[in-house]
């Protein structure tokens, strides 16, 4: 009866942040589609933070189409939403499992009226992690710190700078 009870308890935040991401692992693996954990998840897990908000997956651009697929039965696609600071050419904003996931192909970031292209390539994907039995592919923490300091973001580089 006991471990009944255990598996009725509900997921706390983190757990079920890591649960959709082991998902998602398990359909973008399976159909091989290019992606890599960025953002404030890949700075949890390289230790360089204790929370994150939201799951952020870059995609090769040539996989996004592919991906959003996928990741329309797991859960609900909101309307785009731009924002002037990027020109990223493919943003797509999940909700799965109550969970925000940000999804971005053709990454662009705008500094001082210049276009930096940010995009996930093949060899940018720097090592992977396994989660609940899925691989998850890791971006560099190093591209990301380029990144936060394109966007004017101090405190996400001084986070990494430590």
């Known amino acids: ?83 002037t600071q990027y020109k990223t050419r493919h943003f797509l904003e999940f909700t799965i499992d109550g969970v925000d996931v940000d999804v971005m192909a053709g990454f662009v970031i705008v500094k001082d009226e210049r276009e930096y292209d940010c995009s996930l390539m093949p060899e940018q994907i720097a090592e992977t992690l396994k989660i609940n039995g899925e691989t998850i592919p890791l971006q560099a923490v190093a591209d990301w710190r380029r990144y936060y300091e394109l966007m004017g973001r101090a405190s996400k580089v001084e986070m990494i700078d430590r």
């Open 1 to 83: 009866m006991d471990q009944n009870l255990e598996k009725m308890k509900p997921l706390n935040e983190l757990d079920q942040k890591l649960k959709v991401l082991s998902g998602i692992a398990n359909v973008l693996n399976k159909n091989n589609v290019i992606w890599a954990v960025g953002a404030s998840m890949l700075l949890y897990f390289k230790g360089k933070t204790d929370v994150f908000h939201d799951i952020d997956i870059m995609v090769y651009e040539d996989d996004v189409s592919k991906l959003k697929e996928l990741l329309l039965p797991m859960g609900i696609l909101a309307p785009p939403n731009p924002n």
